[in-house]
């Protein structure tokens, strides 16, 4: 009796602490989350934070309990680990920042108890999440027969139908996709795994596949493995091929795009294989929340740049993932849950329309001779900018003048750029070509080779309701026209390289004879 009294005296004042630590916690997680977390989630935790209409994905609404990233079967509760890796690394792809580095280790587990005070599941008893067990990788998950089979139960397992053929989010379930709360969703671009929500391995990409990701209409694919539709290592091979289809590496953005001199005639046709061989350069872009009407949730989430000169001519190739052929009345469905989503501060009617994609690149008018530049939103009245503007409907490029982001003159045809375009499942390729000197040398850009060119670069997605002010884009960067390299500096290195070995076998034939002499001397 006594012993029971002791014991559970003991065991109070084991426990006791931790109660009274979790009070602290929520009270000091209360002012973390207030200052940090509120203006996006909302004070109440209900999603619904100051900054909350612009954004796509919206904050999430803490009272419902419903999260993506979990190592819980699908329906249930994440465990606080799944929450603290939500919190320390971000979602990648949305508005949810990284806070590792910004709140101390006790400042984020606070915020994590408070957030789940948000919703009654997390203190009911009756909830017992289900931690999934998950099997490690196996190997051979870069081999040819892995990505085969990965590649074959993408389709056999309807990954396409959302994801597309080629996994850019272009599948014909695409346009119809929502999530819990009936805002727009897009498939993820299975090419761009920097930018997935629960992290880019093909570890990731497998617990994804395992567990769903909650309120969002990518399911769980747990109950194939049940039902023995497919193994735990086919699952994996799926995870494996996925990651396949996204570079080795997250790409880095390199300031100076260097367009190679070639000889003879450049690649004008997007496709042309001569692409394949030309270096890429990456450049994120950014919602224009400038000027108003401001976006901030652009569609268009980088573009790839190539580049090459044959000492007359320029040739440049832009690449972007898109995943609808804008104009295209398949997307209206989406087009229009996107308008109703979106708060705007546009005073316009927001009403539907046969919207293109457009792309322009920006130059000013003439290479400065120091850092200064024109303004990168598409100039000013006191400095204009010179553009090459491409659209999907109708159809084809111009040149033209910006003052200004509302303000574009189109220059006379004669010596604007030539374009082509493909559009490819979920892809944009346009190669656009110009002479490098033309005859209006007041408006046009006299490209110039071995100096550094301002460029910068702007997309529209038109399934989006993109258009006008309402825009993806990215701040001013360089183009660097190659010299010719001067035939002498290219080849002496191989001259130099068959000197020295000719050299070398020189001596070693010399020494050899001069060795058999002196044996033969000796013998
Ligand atoms: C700039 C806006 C913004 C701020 C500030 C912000 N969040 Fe978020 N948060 C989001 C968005 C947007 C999402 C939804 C992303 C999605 O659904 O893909 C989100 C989602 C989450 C999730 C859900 C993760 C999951 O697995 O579903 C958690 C947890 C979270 N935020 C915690 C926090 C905490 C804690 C703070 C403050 C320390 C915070 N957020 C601050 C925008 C923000
Ligand atoms: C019904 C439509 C649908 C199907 C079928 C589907 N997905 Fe998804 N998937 C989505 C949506 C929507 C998202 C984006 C979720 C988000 O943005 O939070 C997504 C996201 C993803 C992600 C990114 C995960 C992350 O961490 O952000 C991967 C990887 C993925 N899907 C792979 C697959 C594979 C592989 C299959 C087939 C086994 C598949 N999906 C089937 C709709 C689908």
């Known amino acids: 009796m006594r012993v029971g009294l002791i014991g559970a005296l003991a065991v109070f004042l084991s426990v006791s602490p931790t109660v009274r630590l979790s009070a602290q ?79 101390s280790d006790g ?3 606070n915020v994590m108890a408070y957030l789940k005070t948000f919703s009654s599941f997390f ?17 051979g ?14 389709d056999s397992i309807h990954c396409y139908k959302c994801h597309g053929p080629q996994g ?70 799926v995870a494996q091929y996925v990651r ?87 997307w209206n469905k989406y087009t229009r849950r996107l308008l109703q989503t979106m708060a705007s501060d546009d005073s316009g009617p927001q009403t539907l329309a046969p919207w293109p994609d457009q792309v322009a690149v920006q130059f000013p008018p003439k290479i400065p001779e120091g850092m ?3 303004y990168f939103l598409m100039g000013s009245n006191s400095g204009s900018v010179y553009q090459w503007r491409w659209r999907s409907a109708p159809r084809g490029a111009v040149a033209g003048l910006a003052r200004g982001i509302d303000r574009f003159d189109t220059l006379p045809p004669a010596s604007g750029p030539a374009a082509r375009a493909v559009w490819d499942h979920g892809q944009w390729r346009v190669v656009f070509t110009r002479t490098l000197a033309t005859a209006d040398t007041a408006n046009e850009l006299q490209f110039a080779v071995g100096r550094a060119i301002p460029v910068a670069f702007f997309a529209w997605d038109g399934s989006s309701a993109e258009r006008d002010t309402r825009m993806a884009l990215s701040t001013w960067y360089f183009l660097a026209l190659d010299q010719p390299t001067p035939p002498g500096t290219f080849i002496s290195p191989v001259i130099a390289m068959v000197v020295t070995l000719g050299l070398g076998m020189l001596v070693v034939v010399r020494a050899q004879r001069r060795g058999g002499r002196r044996a033969a001397a000796r013998g």
């Open 25 to 103: 916690d929520t009270t000091a997680g209360k002012t973390v989350y207030v200052k940090w977390c509120a203006d996006c989630h909302g004070e109440t935790g209900d999603g619904k934070g100051a900054a909350a209409l612009y954004m796509l994905p919206r904050p999430r609404d803490f009272t419902g309990a419903v999260y993506k990233i979990r190592t819980t079967a699908s329906g249930q509760l994440p465990t606080d680990a799944d929450l603290m890796r939500a919190i320390d690394e971000g979602l990648p792809g949305t508005a949810m920042p990284a806070w590792q580095t910004r709140l």
């Open 372 to 374: 200064e530049r024109p």
């Open 168 to 237: 850019r989010g272009d599948g014909p379930s695409a346009p119809d996709l929502k999530d819990d709360p009936g805002q727009p969703i897009f498939a993820a671009d299975l090419h761009e795994n920097w930018r997935f929500r629960g992290g880019p391995t093909a570890e990731d990409i497998y617990r994804r596949l395992r567990t769903g990701l909650d309120g969002t209409p990518m399911p769980s694919f747990s109950d194939l493995l049940d039902q023995k539709f497919l193994t735990e290592e086919q699952l994996w091979r």
């Open 107 to 109: 400042e984020r587990r």
């Open 244 to 330: 396949s289809l996204s570079p080795p590496k997250a790409p880095e953005v390199r300031d100076v795009i260097h367009a190679r001199q070639i000889a003879g005639t450049l690649p004008v046709s997007p496709d042309d294989s001569a692409w394949s061989r030309v270096d890429g350069y990456y450049f994120p872009l950014v919602g224009q929340i400038i000027r108003k009407p401001r976006w901030f949730a652009p569609a268009v989430a980088a573009i790839w740049v190539q580049a090459l000169h044959n000492g007359k001519e320029i040739a440049v190739r832009l690449t972007w993932d898109d995943r609808s052929q804008s104009p295209d009345t398949g």
């Open 123 to 139: 203190s009911d008893t009756s909830q017992h999440p289900q931690l999934l067990k998950f099997s490690s990788e196996p190997g």
């Open 141 to 154: 998950g870069t081999g040819a027969e892995a990505l085969r089979v990965g590649r074959q139960f993408y």
